[in-house]
């Protein structure tokens, strides 16, 4: 394919494509899924999930707010990246730092853009392994998927958004449009569902409980060999209690919040659910969950494909985090851990694949009659596919044109910065994303139940064998000692994500510095709390594992990995600029 080396991409997104763009990366259909699981396995912090979102959004308007007051004076393609140059350029006395600034923000946000879809297609490939595991269970194991059908899908779906994105913007839209609608309207179904289930299941009543080996739910009590093991009949079903009638045992419900081991299982009320229980908790789990809420600055690259970008994009961000953020976040994570019992724990969770697939089946079965819980859950797992697809195609559409940029100035490969010939999109950034997502998404799924997810031994024998269904798992002492692949990719993806965000809260600072347009609130208190609270954030992956919070062997890996990047980018600025002979600082202000 012919390449368009000078042409300028097409202004076709009005406000309502510049939104659904930012929507589909922040995908709250996707993200309720895939997350939990990895918020679950957070050691003791669980109990602070909801609240640690509260202060992940709080972070993420801040940053909204930035970005947006900059796409007002600052409309294009490139987003932060682009936006570091102008501020500094305009900056009466910081001007000659402008190529270094925005070389600093636009090689950071590669840490975010790059290894953020690697996460993706990687929760791809769990998700497809927990649903081939729910239709052929004699196949793969819904609940501990295999490591490498997992990574096969994980490629497979690399490739197959890329070709989307490398077909143009317009597309896209349109397909994001129709999947936040289906997404946002099935997860409030859900979340419905399992408040309703909460409040018709009060403590002592009869209810249901989750069996991982079966995958499915049973309203009987389980009865327990010498060994305080589950007894199953020879089709591996676990074999209900009988009273002295022969009748089945129900099982009833329980909301206690720890056992006698203080391994946290349920919230006792809804108050548990919105407290705050300790505030190292919920920086912990701030830390994760800025990963469910990052996509609103995407929709800043679009600016040279907004029919009226200086209107639109600054409405677009902060609408796309209200409408995703404060409201459908917040109210199915609270459904969620609502929902949670003596029946379906957090312990539970933490040994999952997918905590919500089985919650779903557990309630479906509940609302719509034993065995229905599955169908349900299924016709969900159509729209989180669909959702998964937005997400990934909108942060790959997002780290494509973000690399464009770079390329256009000649800061990475020039070849970067062309245009396809007749799609007008950045193919050759967008191929080179989708190679790069497969990497980071094989290199997730390593270990998917490392460190404090490690299965005991007698699950790992229990699966299913074969290449695709149990090859690479290896004993619990091993995996026990192994960090969580998938936990420590996403963990590297947020760490750049704090880095961006705080950097463009500090050039929003340099932005509107001295600009006739200043005020204090919008562009200098908002922007501080961003740069704070990002900092924070980022501290958190040092000092909290010390302190006894979370884990420490992906915290520190991730940052192993972000250490190599800068140094990495500080020495290929270095050469770069000595091989076309430009200087550090710019040496005339046009």
């Not at 129709?178 to 002592?204: C, D, E, K, W």
């Not at 539970?348 to 859950?377: K, Y």
């Not at 290199?443 to 490690?454: H, Y």
Request: charged fraction near 10%; glycine fraction near 10%.
């Amino acid at each position: 394919m012919a390449d368009k080396p000078t042409g300028e991409m097409k202004p076709t997104l009005g406000l309502t494509g510049l939104t659904v763009n930012a929507m589909a990366l922040i995908a709250p259909g996707a993200f309720l899924w895939l997350t939990f699981a990895p918020q679950a396995t957070e050691g003791a912090t669980s109990p602070s999930m909801w609240i640690g979102i509260i202060f992940a959004v709080l972070l993420c308007l801040a940053t909204a707010v930035s970005y947006a007051e900059m796409a007002k004076l600052y409309p294009g393609t490139g987003s932060s990246y682009y936006f570091a140059e102008q501020s500094f350029l305009n900056h009466d006395k910081a001007w000659k730092y402008a190529r270094l600034m925005k070389f600093i923000v636009g090689w950071g946000s590669h840490l975010y853009y790059w290894i953020y879809p690697g996460v993706m297609v990687a929760v791809t490939g769990v998700f497809c392994g927990y649903i081939v595991g729910t239709l052929y269970p004699n196949f793969m194991s819904a609940t501990n998927p295999g490591p490498m059908f997992m990574m096969a899908v994980a490629i497979v779906f690399s490739f197959g958004v890329s070709y989307i994105a490398h077909r143009g913007v317009t597309g896209s839209t349109a397909v994001s449009l129709a999947i936040n609608i289906i997404q946002i309207t099935a997860l409030l179904v859900f979340s419905i569902m399992a408040i309703h289930y909460r409040v018709g299941h009060p403590p002592g009543s009869v209810a249901w409980q989750w069996d991982a080996t079966t995958s499915d739910a049973y309203n009987c009590q389980f009865q327990m060999d010498a060994q305080n093991n589950i007894v199953r009949d020879a089709t591996q079903v676990p074999v209900c209690m009988k009273d002295a009638a022969g009748a089945p045992v129900p099982f009833h419900a329980d909301y206690t919040a720890y056992d006698s081991n203080g391994n946290f299982l349920a919230h006792p009320n809804a108050a548990s659910v919105v407290g705050v229980h300790k505030f190292q908790w919920m920086f912990v789990q701030a830390t994760v969950a800025i990963l469910i809420l990052v996509g609103f600055e995407s929709v800043t690259s679009l600016g040279g494909e907004a029919k009226n970008a200086k209107r639109d994009v600054p409405i677009a961000v902060i609408t796309s985090l209200l409408i995703q953020g404060c409201f459908c976040y917040l109210f199915e994570y609270f459904a969620t851990l609502y929902v949670l019992s003596n029946g379906y724990s957090m312990q539970n969770a933490t040994g999952s694949a997918a905590p919500i697939g089985d919650l779903m089946v557990m309630v479906g079965d509940a609302v719509f009659g034993a065995g229905h819980g599955r169908t349900f859950m299924l016709i969900e797992a159509v729209t989180v596919f669909l959702a998964l697809i937005g997400t990934t195609l909108s942060c790959i559409n997002t780290g494509a044109r973000v690399t464009y940029a770079m390329g256009k100035d000649e800061e990475v490969p020039e070849h970067f910065g062309l245009l396809h010939e007749k799609n007008l999109s950045p193919h050759k950034a967008i191929w080179t994303l989708a190679v790069i997502s497969a990497v980071f998404g094989v290199l997730a799924l390593l270990m998917l139940f490392g460190d404090a997810a490690a299965l005991p031994d007698a699950t790992i024998q229990a699966l299913p064998h074969g290449f695709w269904s149990s090859f690479g798992y290896v004993s619990h002492d091993t995996m026990a000692k192994m960090p969580n692949s998938l936990l420590t990719i996403t963990l590297a993806s947020n760490f750049g994500t704090f880095l961006l965000y705080g950097l463009s809260c500090v050039t929003c600072i340099f932005c509107y510095h001295g600009h006739p347009n200043f005020k204090v609130v919008r562009h200098l208190l908002i922007p501080l709390f961003g740069v704070a609270a990002n900092l924070i954030c980022m501290g958190a992956y040092l000092v909290l594992p010390f302190m006894g919070y979370g884990t420490k062997m992906e915290p520190f890996i991730a940052l192993g990995i972000a250490g190599v990047w800068a140094i990495y980018g500080g020495i290929y600025f270095v050469m770069n600029s000595k091989k076309k002979g430009r200087t550090t600082l710019v040496p005339t202000r046009a």
